[in-house]
């Protein structure tokens, strides 16, 4: 065979070669086969979205009739109220077959008032009741109001949260079901403050976070657990931009605190309170006020006088202290003749009263530094 022929056959052999590598490398590269692929199949059917609704109430003046009170000395008329209904959408992943959930507790904040529903992968829709949370941390536990069996996440076998590993953010971004993101896990025992509450411990990823997402998983590769998609930082401090910086519960925080939560299931199986929330049972059940230690933190934050009285957290529609003006965010100083510090005394002062009593509270605002106060005594009739 001359050169020219061996030359031929060379190439025929290289042209082989290649073309069996290229189908090799084919077959390795098959999207259906990638591993991020295979994570996202295996969570995402116990991926929910979750829509609250609750009824605030809201009061408002006439911008033109301030204007001419203001100006020319007319009459004020008293302000209206007026009635919302708002919603927020997140994200949260089933963790047991009898469709327990965990999510955020920003998501479904006051929950115990709210109308709660669950959108599952598959497109079905359920009702679903707090059980309980934890504010520290950020978690509370929904269930779904049926008997299905339902897939889940193990917790069992988490990531070990290794620097650098791919992570997957999987939720309901921007109200887009089923929305993936991805990235890189950045760092670990990330501490940052929201609101003045700070949050200890968190894993931070470049992977995007938006609003919605709240809630919902963030896993690696193999399927496992990486953490609760929480915040993301747009800004620092400083009001500087940032890209890249998405913050999530970590995994070990998770799997402890579904644990906690599991127990308080079974001790309440009919759920809609909290722990914290059982502390004010008496005064939610009798008048609609839930209730709130003044700590440290939030007399700072809102610039009350220390050390004195309870805070009024939420005012459920149409209770005795709704009807009777009581307003989130008042303080409740004295219950009848008694000075009340804490939850715990207020409680202790309601456990004599029963429905149809009456109970004179001492309520509104005294502010640190102030030079007036603004307080009243409300009577409010037991129902």
């Known amino acids: 065979m001359g050169t020219h022929g061996k030359i031929c056959l060379a190439l025929i052999g290289l042209c082989a070669f290649a073309l069996a590598r290229s189908t090799s490398s084919f077959a390795q ?33 006439d911008p033109i009739e301030d204007f001419y009170a203001q100006f020319f000395g007319y009459y004020r008329g008293r302000p209206r109220e007026i009635r919302q209904t708002l919603q927020s959408l997140g994200s949260g992943f089933i963790v047991d077959p009898a469709g327990y959930i965990v999510t955020n507790q920003h998501v479904v904040e006051r929950a115990a008032d ?22 520290k941390k950020d978690l509370a536990f929904i269930k779904i109001d049926s008997k299905d069996s339902f897939p889940f996440i193990n917790l ?8 650098g590993e ?32 700070e949050y200890k411990d968190l894993v ?64 309440h199986p009919g759920g809609k309170t909290s722990p914290a929330a059982e502390e004010t049972n008496n005064a939610q059940r009798m008048f609609g006020m839930q209730l ?44 009848g003749k008694h000075d009340v510090n804490s939850v715990k005394d207020v409680e202790n002062l309601l456990g004599r009263a029963s429905g149809g009593n ?20 409300v009577t409010l009739a037991a129902r």
């Open 204 to 267: 931070q990823t470049d992977a995007a976070i938006n609003p919605g997402n709240s809630g919902g998983p963030v896993i690696d590769i193999s399927g496992r657990l990486v953490g609760i998609s929480s915040a993301k930082m747009a800004f620092t401090p400083q009001g500087v931009p940032t890209q890249g910086l998405g913050f999530a519960i970590p995994a070990d925080v998770v799997r402890d605190s579904v644990k906690n939560f599991k127990s308080f299931a079974e001790k």
């Open 358 to 377: 009456s109970v004179d509270f001492t309520v509104g605002v005294v502010r640190a530094g102030a030079a007036g106060q603004r307080v009243e005594t």
């Open 114 to 135: 709210l109308k709660i529903q669950v959108t599952t992968n598959n497109g079905k829709t359920y009702s679903a009741h707090y059980i309980t949370g934890d504010d």
């Open 29 to 61: 590269t098959d999207p259906a086969a990638e591993p991020a692929v295979l994570a996202i199949a295996k969570v995402l059917p116990a991926v929910v979205n979750i829509n609250t609704e609750r009824v605030v109430r809201r009061t408002v003046r």
């Open 166 to 197: 791919t992570v997957l953010v999987v939720g309901n971004a921007v109200g887009y079901g089923s929305s993936i993101s991805r990235g890189v896990l950045s760092a670990t025992k990330r501490d940052i403050a929201i609101e003045n509450i």
């Open 292 to 335: 709130q230690d003044l700590n440290e933190e939030l007399t700072d934050a809102l610039g009350y006088e220390p050390g004195h009285g309870v805070l009024i957290s939420a005012v459920e529609p149409n209770s005795p202290a709704d009807q009777a003006g009581i307003e989130r965010g008042l303080v409740i100083y004295r219950v």
């Open 156 to 163: 069992d076998n988490i990531s070990p949260n290794l620097l």
